[in-house]
């Protein structure tokens, strides 16, 4: 597969894509590919998804394999594809402006920084609710402060900006840090079954064996959700690309060691779930500390466990966060290079080679959000609701990525071959499933024709603001052209 600066590349193409490597060469080469495949299983493996896909029982493997067969497959080989024509700084943003247009490339920047900005504001409540866990029930009044979690916001946020503008020579041990707990957890959740089997506090463990399918509009939404919501999350690293050592190489490599493994850990761990619960009885929200409480308890010292996992699961979220939070204050930087943002956000630091300014309006709008969040903290439909919409401006950018190999890149000769296309459409109809149910609540709520208003208007009117932020900034940018040519 050649670099898109091959002799049969448009020359507007070329140029385009030597700006965005010399404004990269002033970054340090941080993230090798052992960096690279840490952080692809932190920010891809969520905790929850073992619960959700425990919920349909033996037939869960069926589902993980159709979800890697439709989706997983699918995201890994468009992602090595156009990582390896445009190995640039912004990853997809770049993909989908040179594979379309700028406007598309922008709203991908737009909703993907939407997505980040959502799911990292509530990293203060969260950091409250697992310490309240690892504390025992003497600490249950801390998630009732709203004192004790603004100031968890301040720190957990603070901390963010701190490591995103020393930038990834420190980063990187935090994600490497984080992404070493979740094999451990995970191990650990492996081992479980046949530790309690040997030592008969269970009678049977089949971790492979696969029961058919019932076909039904809950299992299609669990599909969706263990497709885009459990496997997404590849293309995320390449926004990095301007700051890896070989990036066209070592991210696509990082891909191929990594979605075999995470495919594992995924259906072994489901399995080890189902070990100790039965499907109606998985705790959706922690059901990995629902496992351990269950797997240790016939040693005796099960509070001690449940306390440690805590406490490394909070250690793990963090280390989360800083990959999500350190990749999205990149976007603005790189919109800037093109002048469809403000010049201020592409200073960098006098040391560190990071961009400061937009680390600090990243870091003061995700602490805004989640102190804004805190008036709604115990509405469940109010929390559903943002969750949902945060899912959705992520795979937004999604369906853009599966359709610059269908529909953009245009220009490029030759096209995208035919095997490439028909895969990149399985996964943007499975993106495309995810949205659509997504729009539906899974909770008890006044009304589900309110709830899918609310949400669609939600994405709607954010996604109108990004569009006229745009055509804003490029009727500045024409003028100051014009201008200069006079």
Same mark, same amino acid.
């Given at each position: ?90 990853? *997809?943003?770049?993909?989908? /402006? +040179? $594979? !379309?247009?700028? #406007?598309? =490339? &922008?709203?991908?920047?737009?909703? %993907? ?106 299992? *299609?939404?669990?599909?969706? /959700? +263990? $497709? !885009?919501?459990? #496997?997404? =999350? &590849?293309?995320?690293?390449?926004? %990095? ?106 200073? *960098?630091?006098?040391?560190? /080679? ?133």
């Amino acid at each position: 597969m050649e670099k898109i600066n091959s002799a049969d590349t448009p020359s507007e193409f070329r140029r385009a894509e030597e700006r965005v490597e010399e404004r990269s060469a002033v970054f340090k080469k941080q993230l090798g590919l052992p960096d690279l495949v840490l952080a692809q299983i932190l920010f891809i493996i969520g905790l929850a998804w073992v619960g959700v896909a425990g919920k349909l029982g033996p037939s869960h493997i069926v589902f993980w394999l159709l979800a890697v067969a439709l989706f997983y497959v699918p995201s890994a080989v468009v992602v090595i594809y156009l990582n390896r024509l445009m190995p640039l700084e912004g990853g *997809l943003y770049q993909w989908a /402006k +040179l $594979g !379309f247009n700028e #406007l598309v =490339g &922008f709203m991908v920047a737009w909703n %993907l920084w939407l997505f980040v900005m959502l799911n990292t504001s509530e990293l203060g409540l969260q950091i409250t609710t697992y310490l309240s866990y690892a504390l025992g029930p003497q600490a249950a009044w801390l998630t009732e402060s709203k004192l004790f979690v603004t100031a968890a916001s301040f720190i957990g946020i603070g901390m963010l900006v701190l490591i995103s503008t020393r930038g990834l020579g420190l980063g990187k041990w935090v994600h490497n840090a984080g992404g070493v707990i979740m094999l451990l957890i995970f191990f650990t959740l492996l081992v479980l079954p046949l530790v309690n089997l040997a030592r008969g506090t269970i009678t049977e463990y089949h971790p492979l064996t696969p029961a058919l399918p019932v076909v039904s509009l809950f299992s *299609l939404n669990i599909l969706g /959700k +263990l $497709g !885009f919501g459990a #496997l997404g =999350g &590849f293309e995320y690293v390449a926004i %990095l690309a301007g700051e890896c050592r070989s990036p066209a190489r070592s991210i696509g490599r990082s891909v191929m060691i990594a979605a075999p493994l995470i495919a594992l850990m995924f259906i072994m761990g489901t399995s080890s779930v189902l070990a100790f619960v039965r499907p109606e009885d998985i705790d959706l929200i922690g059901p990995i500390p629902q496992v351990l409480s269950l797997g240790f308890r016939s040693f005796g010292f099960v509070a001690y466990i449940v306390s440690l996992a805590i406490m490394l699961m909070l250690a793990l979220r963090f280390a989360q966060a800083s990959v999500t939070f350190t990749a999205i204050t990149r976007l603005p930087m790189v919109a800037g290079w093109d002048k469809l943002m403000p010049e201020w956000f592409t200073r *960098l630091h006098a040391q560190h /080679k990071t961009p400061i300014n937009s680390i600090f309006i990243a870091g003061a709008i995700t602490l805004g959000v989640g102190l804004v969040s805190l008036v709604g903290v115990g509405h469940q439909e109010a929390f559903q609701l943002l969750f949902n919409a945060g899912g959705i401006f992520y795979a937004l950018t999604y369906i853009v990525m599966f359709a610059i190999p269908i529909f953009g890149l245009q220009k490029l000769n030759p096209r995208p071959p035919a095997w490439l296309r028909l895969v990149a459409l399985s996964g943007f109809l499975m993106t495309l499933l995810y949205v659509s149910l997504s729009i539906f609540p899974i909770i008890q709520v006044t009304s589900n024709a309110a709830f899918t208003l609310k949400i669609t208007a939600v994405i709607v009117v954010a996604n109108v603001i990004g569009a006229a932020i745009f055509l804003v900034a490029g009727r500045r940018r024409r003028a100051r052209e014009s201008a200069q040519s006079v």
